[in-house]
Structure formats: C-alpha cells, structure tokens
C-alpha cells in the first residue's frame, strides 16, 4: 500500500498469513478497550471479552482496582468462565475443578491430594495477566504489551475529541441496556474504515433508512467547508460543525430538545467549538477496533474471528445524569439505526461482506483500491488536534488508520513507531482547559 499516494492492497482484507500477523503486531500489542467502568460496579463484577482472539476475564478486585487475565486454565487450557458477566468469588475449570480467585489467584483443585509437593507451585500457577490495564474517563484498556506508551500518550491528543463523547456534562458516561452481538462475513477493518472516516457512504447507502427515520426526510446536506476529518495515530473522528445532524438521524426530538438545552453548558465546559461538532453528523474510531457515533449514541467494538469474519459487539452510551426518559428515548433510537435490525446497520453489513469477499479473487486481489479522495485538502487548524483536512468526504481519516496499521505490521519495536502528528497536548491532565490549541 502507498497511503501518500493513496492507494492500498487488497489482499489485507483476506489473506491468512496478513491476518496472523495481525493477531499478533496489532491486537496482541494496542491498548484495546475491554469495558466501562459501569459495567463493573461492584468487587467481585467480572464480564468475558476478547483482546484479538485471546479470551479474557475482566474483574473488579475489592481495592477497586480492575484486572485483566486469560479465560484459559494453565492446566489444559480450558475456559474456567463461560458467562457474559456476573458476579463471583471463583472462576472454576469445568475439566478438573482448578478454581481461580476474582484476582486470578489459584487457589485450590479437585483431588488436590493427587499432587505431590513439589508438583505445583499455585503462585506460578495462576491466570496469566494482561500487562497493563488503565482507564480514561470510564472506558477500561488493556494491553498484553509490557513496554511501548502509557494509555494517555495512545490517546495522546485524541483526548480532546473523546471529551466530547465522555465529559460533555457532569457525572460522565455508562453503558445501558447490555451487549448486542452479531456476527458478519467481513474483514474487521472495513467496520473501522467506516466509522473513522466513511461519511461519504451515508447519503447513498442510508438514503432510505434515513427517510424512514424522519418523515421521508433526506440525508442531511454536507458543508465541505465547515466540516473536517481529524486524526491523531490511527485515531479519527469525522465531523460537521452544525450540531444536529447526528441527533436528527436518531429520531428522537426529545433527545434533540435535551442537548439543545445542555449545549450552553456544554459551550462553557469544552469550548465553543466542540459543543458545535457534538451532535453534527459524524462517526469516529478508537485505533485499532472500536468506534462510536457521537449523537447517536452507538459504542461498538470489532473483534476479529478470521481474515473474513468478526463479531460485532455493540452497547448504548449515555450521560450518567440524564433522566431515565431520556436514556430510554436513546436506547430505543440506538436499536432502530445501529441495532442488528436497525434501519442503518444491514445496509453496511451487507456492503462489507460483499466487499470481503469479492476482493479476495484471485485476480481481483491483485489490483489496488481507491482511497485519494480529499488527499490535497490538508489544512492546519488553530483549534483542532491532529492531522486535519477539510471537508467530510473525504478519504483522510482511513489513510492515517490505515498508516497506523502499517506503521504496527512494519516496526518490531513500538518505540519506533513515529507519532503522526507530533502531540501538542502532552502533560495536559484534562482538556477541559483547553478550549482550543490556539491557547497553547
């Protein structure tokens, strides 16, 4: 692929081999969301996830704190939890009774007697422990890197996008209503692809789900000269500046009247600018599998289960202190765009099974696809972080996913990797306080 000409390789849509090495130099080395602090309240909460296709518990400890380790038995490897979610004081192997500890601690087995005293050393014989777990705002990540960047310096200035999803009113953010799976025949990447960038798909694909939404109402108008793409390592958030876009889409004027009413103190705890970005239409992607449309509301995570296939995770987030009128309003809204049976989300799974599986011919595979929309309107912007082009059709934000991609497959070293861009807002402790990078 050559993302400074645009163009990329269609063979990483379903060649085995680039999807192992994947699993390993993406998934096995990103900070990867695996929950929200709501979802683990109390010591003892635990919930099941994936990290790439590694299984893995996380649990509320009683100190507070979260760990992550293997769902697997260091005896056979046999899951030792095969819930969702729950509360507990024991993971136990369904195969031979090993019994684990919310801490991941071994701390007895069926016919312990059977074993000698030098045969086991339970404090080595523990779940394996994810490396590193942090959490910004509410979301929980985990990382099986031991070295490479802190949480915050991933983030690094994509902080100033997220705010405006996770702290745009006090209390912060939960997940509501469960996790909705669902499987599709397509390459995980193109789920990113979209969300990170792909507005230019929504008024073609979406026209007719949009006009059931709202009255035979079209696709809202797009102003390319008020709207941008930003990125930040792989990270993108697509947007409009006018504020309502998203939240018409959803359908719910009652969840429209709600921000409307918040949005003055939304000006004053985040700036002027993103209280006119939040609600707009947009779509944005946490590097390398999770991504959310701020407005309406979907929060959903792409795990991989081969080159042609992944598992569709999706949540409802919403403002802790809303009424409980209105989080219902959003929920409803959520499960009538994005759900499985949403008005929204069949439109696109079919596009990306189509687009899995015909780019894998023999042939077809060989030639390149097209990603240069836009690729001269770079701009440099006194407020926004990041790498910034004008214009919401535009193809910028999955060349810097996919650059970050690239830059993961190429460097042996996470050190290595370039920034792109260089941050701005490292040491910042809450951008908050920024209103704009002009006040750097």
């Not at 701390?107 to 080595?124: A, L, T, V």
């Not at 006009?211 to 409009?240: C, K, Q, T």
């Not at 929204?344 to 990306?352: C, I, P, Q, R, S």
């Not at 082009?389 to 042996?412: K, S, T, V």
């Amino acid at each position: 692929m050559d993302l400074k000409e645009g163009w990329l390789d269609r063979r990483i849509f379903s060649d085995a081999e680039i999807y192992e090495e994947e699993l390993y130099r993406i998934f096995a080395r990103s900070w990867l969301f695996v929950a929200h602090e709501s979802q683990l309240p109390k010591a003892g909460d635990f919930l099941t996830t994936h990290m790439g296709e590694d299984a893995v518990i996380v649990a509320r400890q009683p100190d507070g704190s979260i760990k992550v380790f293997l769902n697997s038995c260091p005896h056979r490897g046999n899951k030792v939890c095969f819930a969702d979610a729950g509360n507990t004081r024991r993971f136990v192997c369904n195969y031979h009774g090993w019994a684990f500890d919310t801490g991941g601690e071994l701390k007895g087995m069926h016919e312990e007697y059977c074993y000698d005293d030098n045969d086991i050393d339970r404090q080595k014989n523990g779940l394996k422990q994810v490396s590193r777990v942090g959490s910004y705002k509410g979301l929980v990540f985990a990382t099986f890197a031991d070295d490479g960047p802190s949480l915050d310096a991933w983030l690094g200035d994509f902080r100033w996008y997220l705010d405006m999803l996770l702290d745009n009113e006090d209390g912060g953010t939960e997940l509501i209503g469960g996790c909705i799976k669902s499987v599709m025949n397509a390459n995980w990447k193109f789920g990113v692809e979209n969300f990170v960038g792909d507005a230019y798909h929504a008024g073609w694909t979406h026209d007719s789900g949009c006009r059931s939404m709202n009255n035979g109402e079209p696709f809202p108008p797009i102003d390319m000269e008020n709207s941008y793409h930003a990125s930040v390592n792989g990270h993108g958030w697509e947007f409009g500046t006018e504020g309502v876009g998203d939240l018409f889409l959803l359908g719910r004027p009652k969840v429209l009247e709600y921000y409307e009413k918040i949005r003055p103190q939304m000006a004053q705890r985040l700036g002027e600018m993103r209280s006119k970005i939040f609600g707009s239409v947009a779509s944005a992607s946490i590097f390398p599998n999770v991504s959310f449309l701020p407005g309406i509301s979907t929060f959903r995570q792409w795990q991989p289960k081969g080159p042609m296939e992944f598992e569709l995770k999706t949540w409802v987030i919403v403002n802790k202190a809303m009424p409980d009128d209105i989080k219902d309003e959003i929920t409803k809204g959520v499960m009538q765009t994005f759900g499985p049976g949403g008005t929204f989300e069949m439109d696109d799974g079919e596009n990306w099974s189509n687009c899995t599986t015909v780019n894998r011919g023999v042939v077809t595979r060989h030639e390149r696809l097209h990603y240069r929309c836009g690729i001269s309107r770079q701009i440099e912007h006194d407020t926004l972080p990041g790498i910034v082009y004008r214009g919401q059709y535009n193809d910028a934000n999955q060349r810097g996913f996919y650059q970050r991609w690239l830059d993961m497959m190429e460097n042996d070293k996470l050190g290595a990797m370039p920034n792109r861009p260089e941050p701005r807002l490292t040491g910042v402790g809450d951008t908050r306080d920024l209103p704009g990078l002009f006040a750097l």
